[in-house]
């Protein structure tokens, strides 16, 4: 499920999230990328290790850090404020005489 916007969806992003051990946020960024450039090969080798990763994860039984889950949710929110004040000052222009 996508939570967030998928128009900042990038690689970068996904390296990102990878660096932090966010394993399944990597998984829906490639799979996004991939149904957007389905040729591109290194993204179905990023998915595969993530799915791994994912899949290790659920078998070690490694519990989820809360304190990762509210920093994530900070991200989002930021992201989402950036995108809001953007929005503000386009208007603000298209009301200008």
Known sequence: ???????????????????????????????????????????????????NRVAVAEDTGQPSDKLVSLFREWIDLLFKYEKQQKLKQLRKRRRRP
């Open 1 to 51: 499920m996508m939570s967030q916007d998928v128009n900042i969806y990038t690689e970068t992003m996904a390296r990102v999230y990878a660096e932090q051990g966010h394993w399944d946020k990597v998984v829906e960024i490639y799979r996004h990328l991939l149904t957007l450039e389905p040729e591109r090969l290194e993204y179905a080798d990023a998915l595969a290790e993530a799915e």
